[in-house]
C-alpha cells in the first residue's frame, strides 16, 4: 500500500517567522511531488510542485525534495496570517492518480 | 475564463438514492479525476478517466459509476451501494499523464449529504 504520510499538527508560528511542512512517502517509485494548500470548506489550491532532488523557489514558498530519504517538504518564509490552511503533500507515478496525505494544519498568528 | 466547474455546491438525498455530480472543464485536459474527502483525512481516489470513452477505478470505486463520452466533462454517480456517501467530492484535470506526471487542477467541489 503506497503512503504518504504527514504531521497533522497544528504547527503554530507567529507572523514573519518560517513554517516548516514535512512530508514522507512510502513508495520510491515516485517522480512527481505537489504541496496544495486548503481552507476550511474550500476545495485544494496547487502551490507548488517538485520532481527532480533540491530546492525549487517560488517567492515566499520554498519545496525540497529528497528522493534517497523519501521526504518532500515545503518552507514557507514571512509566515502571514493568511498562509493558515491545511497544506496537502501529494505523490505518483507516472500514468498514475496522485496519493494524498492527510494534510499539516498550519496556524500564524499575528 | 478557463476552469473546472461542479454543480450543484450543496446535495441532499435520501438513502436509497442514486444521486449524480457534474464535473465540467474548458481547459482542454485529457485526465479527470474523482475524489472523496471525509473530514480530518485526505483525498481518496475514486475514478480517474485518461482519456474518452475509457477510465480506471481507484482506491474506494465500490457504490460509485462514471461516465467519460465528452472530454470536457466526467459525471460521478453516487448510488445506493454506497455504504455512507456523506462527504466533499472533488474534480480534478491535468494534461494527460501518459510517462509523465503533471500537476492536478482543482474543482470547487459538491458537499453531498444524505440522511
Known amino acids: 500500500q503506497k503512503e504518504v504520510e504527514q504531521n497533522s499538527g497544528p504547527l503554530s508560528v507567529p507572523e514573519g517567522a518560517i513554517a516548516s511542512l514535512n512530508c514522507t512517502y512510502s513508495d520510491r517509485g515516485s517522480q512527481s511531488f505537489f504541496w496544495y494548500r486548503q481552507y476550511s470548506g474550500k476545495s485544494p489550491e496547487l502551490i507548488m510542485f517538485?520532481?527532480?532532488?533540491g530546492d525549487k523557489e517560488d517567492g515566499r514558498f520554498t519545496a525540497q525534495l529528497n528522493k534517497a530519504s523519501q521526504y518532500v517538504s515545503l518552507l514557507i518564509r514571512d509566515s502571514q496570517p493568511s498562509d493558515s490552511a491545511t497544506y496537502l503533500c501529494a505523490v505518483n507515478q507516472a500514468g498514475t492518480a496522485l496519493i494524498f496525505g492527510k494534510g499539516t494544519t498550519l496556524s500564524v498568528s499575528s | 475564463d478557463g476552469g473546472i466547474t461542479q454543480s450543484p455546491k450543496y446535495l441532499f438525498r435520501k438513502e436509497g438514492q442514486n444521486v449524480t455530480l457534474s464535473c465540467e472543464q474548458n481547459?482542454?485536459?485529457?485526465?479527470m479525476y474523482w475524489y472523496r474527502q471525509d473530514p480530518g483525512q485526505g483525498l481518496r481516489l475514486i475514478y480517474y478517466s485518461q482519456i474518452v470513452n475509457d477510465f480506471q477505478k481507484g482506491d474506494i470505486a465500490e457504490g460509485y459509476s462514471v461516465s467519460r463520452e465528452k472530454k470536457e466533462s466526467f459525471p460521478l454517480t453516487v448510488t445506493s451501494a454506497q455504504k455512507n456517501p456523506t462527504a466533499f467530492y472533488l474534480c480534478?484535470?491535468?494534461?494527460?499523464?501518459?510517462?509523465?506526471?503533471?500537476?492536478?487542477?482543482f474543482g470547487p467541489g459538491t458537499r453531498l449529504t444524505v440522511t
Open positions: 517538485i520532481y527532480s532532488n
Open positions: 481547459l482542454n485536459h485529457d485526465a
Open positions: 480534478a484535470s491535468s494534461i494527460a499523464s501518459g510517462t509523465v506526471s503533471y500537476e492536478q487542477y
